[in-house]
T-cell receptor, first 109, second 117 residues
Framework: GIQVEQSPPDLILQEGANSTLRCNFSDSVNNLQWFHQNPWGQLINLFYIPSGTKQNGRLSATTVATERYSLLYISSSQTTDSGVYFCAVEKYTGNQFYFGTGTSLTVIP | EAGVTQFPSHSVIEKGQTVTLRCDPISGHDNLYWYRRVMGKEIKFLLHFVKESKQDESGMPNNRFLAERTGGTYSTLKVQPAELEDSGVYFC???????????????FGPGTRLTVL
């Protein structure tokens, strides 16, 4: 399978601060997604981003497929951003996702 | 259009009991996947259905777990008998991918939190 590593494993931020989460993966992939698992355990799809850059409000993501990494940027963090952020990759469309171990983010007021 | 739904949202059972989780995929999606996150670890793949057939069940941990998808619509995942280490969140996902070049991705349900006491 594909190894997916995320860093940092834990992050504590003051409200309003910015952060960068990183995802490294061990093989070429067709699909990469970022998810946010909220405190209720639900997985929220943030970005479908196998390559390039996307932005959605305060969040943006960049994937450099040739170098096998992706970055998730969170700007002006809010307490509602707290939770675990997962990166997941799919080698071939239709196959299983391989998830990273996640970054646990806590935003304090 | 309704997303992937899962039932129940939370289940608390005692060790040795049986629990059945249900997943309703997005209408028309042939592919259905089960994943789980246990003990605060990473989310791991369990199995993949294409319609009613098991395409890949390499992630199923042992024979206490039985997944079915009769008729190719909703799926159930039965754990019998449940053990303490089965506690975690079970996710279902579906996709419409049918081969070839595609950007179809998997859409995840809200998960079922299983607690085994």
């Amino acid at each position: 399978g594909i190894q997916v590593e995320q860093s940092p494993p834990d992050l504590i931020l003051q409200e309003g601060a910015n952060s960068t989460l990183r995802c490294n993966f061990s093989d070429s992939v067709n699909n990469l997604q970022w998810f946010h698992q909220n405190p209720w355990g639900q997985l929220i799809n943030l970005f479908y981003i196998p390559s390039g850059t996307k932005q959605n409000g305060r969040l943006s993501a960049t994937t450099v497929a040739t170098e096998r990494y992706s970055l998730l940027y969170i700007s002006s963090s809010q307490t509602t951003d707290s939770g675990v952020y997962f990166c997941a990759v799919e080698k071939y469309t239709g196959n299983q996702f391989y998830f990273g171990t996640g970054t646990s983010l806590t935003v304090i007021p | 259009e309704a997303g992937v739904t899962q039932f129940p949202s939370h289940s608390v059972i005692e060790k040795g009991q049986t629990v059945t989780l249900r997943c309703d995929p997005i209408s028309g999606h042939d592919n259905l996947y089960w994943y789980r996150r246990v003990m605060g670890k990473e989310i791991k793949f369990l199995l993949h259905f294409v319609k009613e057939s098991k395409q890949d069940e390499s992630g199923m941990p042992n024979n206490r777990f039985l997944a079915e998808r009769t008729g190719g619509t909703y799926s159930t995942l039965k754990v019998q008998p449940a053990e303490l280490e089965d506690s975690g969140v079970y996710f279902c996902a579906s996709s419409s991918f049918r081969g070839g070049f595609s950007t179809d991705t998997q859409y995840f349900g809200p998960g079922t939190r299983l607690t085994v006491l």
